[in-house]
């Protein structure tokens, strides 16, 4: 975690969010995400309470300000209204008030029950934006058997590593974070562990599809160095491959088989996984949700979506769907 500055830091928020890394393990990109909305948040309510002028630079509050005192005297009434000034004044999405929401409640909850600074919460009762439920983006599985063919024709020295990743992309449904920290010693035959969000462990399955690829590959993986020797994929340099590098084998194996990259994200293979599996394999959903690591079913609920041919297939099924006007009526029209 980066060290605050003086005028960055706030030692509640600081403890907070090392709390919230070593104890919760939430990712870095979490930590990094909550650190940037509660340091706007506590920005928002000192510009008010010591009534700032309007064209202070923001990044020049002082956040050691906002001390004991300033944070037991937060009520429900400042949360609402900065929630409203995120809509209002900088015109954020409700899911991204809801980020901000959820930051804000786990930092004063926090207070309450670790800390023990406040003796009540004021965000107990702050309630998430409603959101619109929109189904995921998935490849078709036309389009993902040309992906595959894509990766498989693609240059020599890397081919058969950017099969394989792509392979368990569309096979194991996994996380981009799962991806690139794959060890060999995580493979055993046709298991794989993974550690997920919150770090969490769980297995994954490897089917013929997969095994056949990371077979193909281990020959042609390329030597690393010793500090990456574990590292399942490795780049040109002999390193463990990050996610902007397995992100760039994406977009232009999609770009090599005609598929916008700019709607289809690396995450966009997850989510194609997890409806082919579903729409074609018939997968109970609590088994999709232990293949995906999801800790609700309701998370998984959005894969169980209909496709537009399943819905037109339906209408068809209808028994008056033969049913036309007869020749003789309309001749007497």
């Known amino acids: 975690m980066a ?35 509660l340091m706007m948040f506590l920005r928002f309510q000192l ?22 005192q300033f944070l037991k005297e937060i009520q429900l009434s400042d949360l609402y209204l900065y929630i409203t000034w995120l809509s209002t004044e900088r015109k954020n999405s409700a899911a991204t008030r809801a980020r901000h929401i959820s930051a804000i409640r786990s930092f004063f909850h926090y207070l309450t029950t670790k800390a023990h600074l406040l003796d009540e ?5 702050l309630e998430m934006p409603k959101q619109l439920r929109r189904l ?36 194991c449904g996994m996380r981009l974070s799962e991806l690139v920290s794959i060890n060999l010693s ?30 193909d590959y281990y020959p042609e993986r390329i030597k690393p160095k010793e500090s990456d020797k574990d590292a399942l994929f490795i780049s040109r340099l002999g390193k463990r491959m990050g996610a902007r590098a397995v992100q760039n084998v994406i977009r232009k194996n999609m770009l090599a088989a005609g598929i916008d990259p700019k709607r289809y994200s690396t995450h966009k293979l997850r989510h194609t ?34 496709s537009k041919d399943a819905l037109h297939a339906a209408v068809e099924k209808n028994p008056l769907s033969s049913v036309r006007r007869h020749q003789s009526d309309i001749e007497h029209e």
């Open 186 to 215: 995580d493979i055993r035959e046709d298991t794989l562990i993974v550690m997920g969000k919150g770090g969490k462990e769980r297995t994954i399955y490897l089917n013929g599809a997969c095994i056949a690829a990371l077979n």
């Open 136 to 171: 995921p983006r998935y490849l078709t599985l036309d389009d993902s058997k040309k992906l595959l063919a894509a990766a498989e024709s693609t240059d020599e020295l890397y081919r058969a590593r950017d099969y394989a990743i792509i392979t368990l992309f569309l096979n």
């Open 121 to 125: 919460n004021p965000a107990a009762n």
């Open 273 to 306: 996984a997890a409806t082919l599996m579903y729409q074609y394999g018939k997968v109970d959903i609590r088994n999709l949700q232990m293949i995906l690591g999801h800790e609700s079913v309701a998370t998984t609920e959005i894969y169980t979506h209909t």
């Open 47 to 68: 510009s008010r309470k010591l009534d700032l002028p309007a064209d202070q630079i923001w990044d020049d509050i002082d956040l050691s300000q906002a001390n004991d």
């Open 3 to 37: 060290i605050m500055n003086d005028k960055t830091k706030c030692r509640r928020l600081d403890d907070f969010l090392g709390y919230f890394q070593a104890i919760r393990e939430r990712s870095p990109a979490t930590i990094k995400e909550y650190k940037y909305d």
